[in-house]
């Protein structure tokens, strides 16, 4: 197929309650990225989704999305993130977006740290530098700016090319 | 895969710059934030004084900023500027050189040849 103009990507590092998201336009020029979070009681796959993840799509028009897949999720976590997973492929089919399920196994294997990407992803993009977390202690929480950075990753990842073997799983095309 | 470029890339070059919607709306003398974030979510088209203001702020030019919508208005006004010269091709006549409707059509021709991605379609 032809190109006809920019590949724009919308990448995602999902969490039960928020997920962390980047706008990169031809894997070079970052358009948006910020953090999304629902911390209300009830489900909160219904609020990221039909307020957050749909004013996203509709303001940058993605033509993919990329979310990080987790291999170790806890059970607990299972369920509100099938539940985040089964709204967003139905958005991406409402948007007619195609969807990539990405683990970051290359760094896995590297053993990298999510701070060390994070710090490779901001010397790469500057503008981020400034919420770049302090490197977290052993008994503090992980700071939620740092799902900026995965998101990025991930997406800097898929659109390097070298990616490509690790797709764990492929998402719906509509 | 590929898209088209989006109508506005206000909210990206604000997100570069590191002001908030309401420090870039008192810059760019807008009633408040809200008109700001119209312009951003592409709701309203701003005024040329705003697009201007903008162009000043981040320093990108506005055929830039609001790259999707200078886009569109190029294609259209070529394809207007296309026929415009059918139509004036139609009205030429061969035997009289050097008159208005000549001018206008030698003029348009040159314009069209001049830019970007142009098709000759039609021979003299």
């Not at chain 1, 799509?57 to 979310?67: G, Q, T």
């Not at chain 1, 977390?133 to 700071?143: A, D, F, T």
Request: net charge positive; charged share 30%; with cysteine.
């Amino acid at each position: 197929m032809r190109r006809k103009g920019p590949i724009r990507i919308l990448a995602l590092d999902l969490h039960p309650r928020c997920f962390g998201y980047v706008v990169v336009e031809n894997s070079s020029r970052l358009l948006d990225w910020g953090v999304c979070s629902c911390r209300r009681k009830g489900r909160p796959s219904d609020v990221l989704i039909q307020r957050r993840l749909r004013s996203l799509l509709r303001l940058w028009r993605p033509s993919l999305l990329v979310i990080r897949s987790s291999q170790q999720i806890q059970p607990r976590q299972k369920l509100p993130r099938e539940q985040i997973l089964k709204g967003i492929v139905t958005e991406a089919r409402t948007y007619r977006v195609c969807i990539r399920l990405l683990g970051l196994a290359k760094e896995r294997a590297e053993k990298q740290t999510k701070y060390e990407r994070a710090r490779e992803v901001a010397k790469r993009f500057p503008v981020l530098a400034e919420r770049l977390p302090l490197k977290r202690k052993p008994w503090e929480s992980e700071h939620y700016s740092i799902s900026i950075f995965e998101a990025l990753a991930v997406a800097l990842m898929y659109s390097g090319g070298a990616s490509k073997d690790k797709v764990t799983s492929s998402g719906t095309r509509t | 895969m590929a898209t088209s470029r989006l109508n506005n890339y206000l909210r990206t070059h604000r997100k570069y710059s590191g002001l908030s919607q309401s420090e870039v709306s008192f810059l760019a003398r807008l009633k408040n934030k809200a008109e700001l974030s119209r312009y951003e979510r592409n709701v309203r088209v701003p005024s040329l004084r705003t697009a201007l203001a903008c162009q000043e702020l981040y320093g990108v030019a506005v055929s830039d900023l609001f790259a999707g919508l200078s886009d569109s208005v190029a294609s259209d006004t070529r394809g207007r500027m296309k026929r415009l010269q059918a139509r004036l091709q139609s009205r030429i006549d061969p035997k009289s050189t050097g008159n208005r409707i000549m001018q206008k059509f030698q003029w348009i021709s040159h314009r069209l040849l001049a830019m970007p991605n142009f098709k000759l379609v039609q021979q003299l």
